[in-house]
């Protein structure tokens, strides 16, 4: 087996090898699909170089592969996939790739938009179920939209909703050269409309969208997720969907994921659901790639 070992590839990412369009070098062995615990240790017993694309790994699983010296996450937020801890307590680098899929989760939380504001999922569901029932909308032109993080993401939604004519706040962690920025989170979520979050995940961010963030909204408003679930907490969000405090929720991230088809998320009215897909377009695929390979030789042994 190869020294370094992409364990778990796409059918996105395994089309673009097929074609030619990216390549691996010959030290790189590509494993497709979803390997489980015992199949991460297989494929990676003599590995010194993991690259992770979307599989939780938990640290009894790493402890096999004694010869592991590097941990490429192919994304950002490598703490929910990686036990970061763990790895740092054996030496272990973990390198992550971010800026690849900045566009194309921009233009995922703005389709999102646009859903949740037309309403497409109840409407789709209907249709399907037999039932023609045309429901009314909220046009986004003119509206307050609080934008939550403005890294690349955050600055490239703001500005296709600024395009749209929206009312852009949008509030940073740290002050930013923007003119949407806005240093006090309560006046940036106050009385939005739509809110759309890009922050990262960590010990300061979870649930930061919380009971009484909800209710600085405008009563009806729009809940955009396309960055982490643990953003928001869980249980407020569906209750403020459930008294009308937020009109629709249109999310890309679960608190666990995958969701089954009985997940509660899945029966409720008011919601738009994709499956963490926001990401996912040929451009950023190649993106992602090439950055891959550059944290490989920026954190390995020539």
């Known amino acids: 087996m190869s020294d370094i070992v992409f364990i778990d590839c796409t059918p996105e990412l395994s089309d673009l090898f097929a074609s030619g369009k990216i390549k691996a070098p010959d030290n790189v062995y590509v494993n497709v699909g979803d390997p489980t615990p015992g199949e991460v240790i297989a ?3 003599d590995a010194r170089v993991l690259l992770v694309e979307h599989t939780v790994i938990e640290a009894k699983t790493l402890e096999a592969c004694p010869h592991l010296t590097t941990i490429i996450f192919m994304g950002t937020g490598a703490g929910t996939y990686i036990p970061l801890e763990w ?10 790739t971010p800026g690849y899929g900045s566009t194309a989760v921009a233009e995922h939380a703005m389709a ?59 509030w940073n962690r740290s002050p930013v050269d923007s003119p949407f920025f806005e240093p006090d989170i309560e006046k940036t979520l106050h009385e939005a409309e739509v809110v759309s979050l890009h922050l990262a995940l960590n010990e300061q961010t979870t649930d930061f969208l919380n009971a ?27 209750l403020a969907l459930q008294s009308g405090q937020v009109g629709h929720a249109a999310l890309d991230v679960f608190w666990q994921e995958p969701i089954s088809a ?41």
């Open 43 to 45: 494929l990676c017993s």
């Open 87 to 96: 790895a740092k307590s054996r030496g272990i680098v973990v390198a992550t």
């Open 112 to 170: 999102l938009t646009f859903a949740a504001a037309r309403r497409l999922g109840p409407m789709i569901k209907d249709l399907k179920s037999g039932v023609w029932q045309p429901r009314g909308g909220m046009q986004l032109k003119g509206r307050k939209v609080a934008v939550i993080g403005l890294g690349e993401i955050g600055r490239c939604y703001a500005e296709m909703a600024s395009a749209l004519d929206m009312r852009v706040s949008a």
């Open 262 to 302: 009985d997940n509660e998320w899945c029966n409720l009215e008011q919601v738009t659901l994709t499956p963490h897909a926001a990401y996912m377009t040929e451009e950023a695929y190649l993106e992602l790639w090439k950055r891959t390979l550059q944290a490989v030789s920026a954190h390995t042994p020539a």
């Open 212 to 238: 009484s963030r909800l209710q600085l909204l405008k009563p009806g408003a729009l809940v955009i997720n396309t960055a982490r679930a643990a953003l928001i907490d869980q249980d407020a969000l569906a």
